[in-house]
T-cell receptor, first 113, second 110 residues
Framework: GAGVSQSPSNKVTEKGKDVELRCDPI?????LYWYRQRLGQGLEFLIY????????KSGLPSDRFSAERTGGSVSTLTIQRTQQEDSAVYLC???????????FGEGSRLTVL | GQNIDQPTEMTATEGAIVQINCTYQ??????LFWYQQHAGEAPTFLSY????GLEEKGRFSSFLSRSKGYSYLLLKELQMKDSASYLC???????????FGRGTQLTVWP
């Protein structure tokens, strides 16, 4: 596709349930990022993938959060046993190389009731 | 680690010039970015500085001083559509990871 694609665009879930958020980066982009943005806040770095290298997971807030990137393309962010404080917009971005600018998707808005 | 500081809010009038400052502290430096984010939308790239000096792109310019840990985004001939949050982002000692400031909410009045 022309841009970064994320799904679902909106997700409402109950506390304690697991959720999966998907990101399809721009074709050919080797770097992929996940960020979290709470209402009225800045972007909080979660995880970064670069090619076949081990991901930089240093931003994941707890062991309930995990992400994988299959075949160097599509990525899935999984949040287990969701909590109300997980409510936020989860933004995915990709870049052509690890030094390049980031192109963002429209985000997945997660609401945990 | 990185510490990025920018004002929370700014206001200006249509046609004016506004300068949004960003100061940072970092253990390494691999570039400073500015992004624009309209409410409810994804951030979009505006500019990139890795060397000291001014980068000009139409109505938008960005300046960097690495020795002072300082950057600014200059917006000229302001338009109503420029009302948005402006995010300063830093790539520190580790290539790839990009850290964002909390953003400056700019409101342009007619």
């Amino acid at each position: 596709g022309a841009g970064v694609s994320q799904s679902p665009s909106n997700k409402v879930t109950e506390k304690g349930k697991d959720v999966e958020l998907r990101c399809d980066p721009i074709s050919g982009h080797t770097a992929l990022y996940w960020y979290r943005q709470r209402l009225g806040q800045g972007l909080e770095f979660l995880i970064y993938f670069q090619g076949n290298s081990a991901p930089d997971k240093s931003g994941l807030p707890s062991d309930r959060f995990s992400a994988e990137r299959t075949g160097g393309s599509v990525s899935t962010l999984t949040i287990q046993r969701t909590q109300q404080e997980d409510s936020a917009v989860y933004l995915c971005a990709s870049s052509l190389a690890q030094a390049g600018e980031l192109f963002f998707g429209e985000g997945s808005r997660l609401t945990v009731l | 680690g990185q510490n990025i500081d920018q004002p929370t809010e700014m206001t200006a009038t249509e046609g004016a010039i506004v300068q949004i400052n960003c100061t940072y502290q970092t253990s390494g430096f691999n570039g400073l970015f500015w992004y624009q984010q309209h409410a409810g939308e994804a951030p979009t790239f505006l500019s990139y500085n890795v060397l000291d000096g001014l980068e000009e792109k139409g109505r938008f310019s960005s300046f960097l001083s690495r020795s002072k840990g300082y950057s600014y985004l200059l917006l000229k001939e302001l338009q109503m559509k420029d009302s948005a949050s402006y995010l300063c982002a830093l790539r520190g000692s580790t290539l790839g990871r990009l850290y964002f400031g909390r953003g400056t909410q700019l409101t342009v009045w007619p």
